[in-house]
């Protein structure tokens, strides 16, 4: 009779020694590694490295996320990554949970400790034009909205006022009147426009005004503005108007 072969027990799987140099320092601080653009091997081994610095770091599943850190990405696109995973961190970014560029994590490293976080280092979700629409009525008269001194748009502004008086200084009043109104609603949104989607729904603001805010978005400058503001007949025409005042 052939001896059957006698089955080894399987041996239950061995948990390796808690690393002594990876004692978590900094239990208010959980990271999260954003792996899309960084990729799986680098993302393990800057987390190996966090940890190794007295860092948590944990998946984007878990609820004690304090810091999500990413590489190459914008802040809507982390966004974008958070929702498909279902993080439950996601109804708290801005409001606690914080999103930021690898530089805030490399600096951290050589600090060996949490650096404070610096507006270069918050990576910016700006809200789409439906979501900003929501958040405030933008009237379409001058009279029912505020213009406060102090706004978030003025080198936008600034740019609107230059072709308003340009466009006094030629007779056009038409075009001097748009342009002051498309700069008066700017002053009295609370919030920031980032991109040219975000003007969608906002009144007073025409064609021309728009390519000029985009322009000054993409470029941080306007080469009509500055063609009419370097222009010897726009700076004459100031001095003229000031002596009249």
């Not at 974008?80 to 560029?101: F, I």
């Amino acid at each position: 009779m052939a001896q059957l072969p006698v089955k080894k027990k399987r041996q239950p799987p061995v948990s390796l020694p808690a690393d002594p140099e990876c004692c978590v320092r900094f239990p208010g601080v959980v990271l999260c590694l954003v792996e899309k653009k960084m990729g799986l091997s680098r993302k393990a081994f800057l987390a190996t490295l966090a940890q190794r610095k007295g860092f948590c770091v944990e998946e984007a599943s878990s609820e004690r996320v304090t810091h999500v850190v990413s590489e190459g990405n914008s802040g809507g696109e982390v966004v974008e990554w958070l929702k498909r995973k279902s993080s439950p961190c996601m109804e708290a970014v801005g409001h606690g949970v914080a999103l930021l560029d690898l530089s805030w994590f490399t600096e951290s490293m050589s600090a060996g400790r949490p650096v404070e976080i610096e507006p270069r280092h918050r990576l910016q979700v700006a809200a789409h034009a439906k979501e900003l629409e929501g958040q405030c009525q933008v009237w379409a008269y001058a009279c029912q909205r505020r213009t406060p001194l102090e706004h978030n748009h003025q080198m936008l502004t600034e740019a609107l006022e230059i072709l308003a008086e340009e466009a006094h200084f030629w007779g056009s009043e038409g075009r001097s009147l748009a342009f002051s109104r498309a700069a008066s609603v700017l002053k009295s949104l609370p919030w920031t426009v980032r991109k040219i989607q975000d003007l969608k729904s906002l009144p007073c603001i025409g064609e021309h005004s728009r390519r000029v805010i985009q322009e000054i978005l993409e470029d941080g400058v306007s080469s009509e503005v500055e063609k009419i503001r370097q222009s010897e007949r726009y700076q004459t025409m100031k001095v003229q108007m000031a002596k009249l005042v």
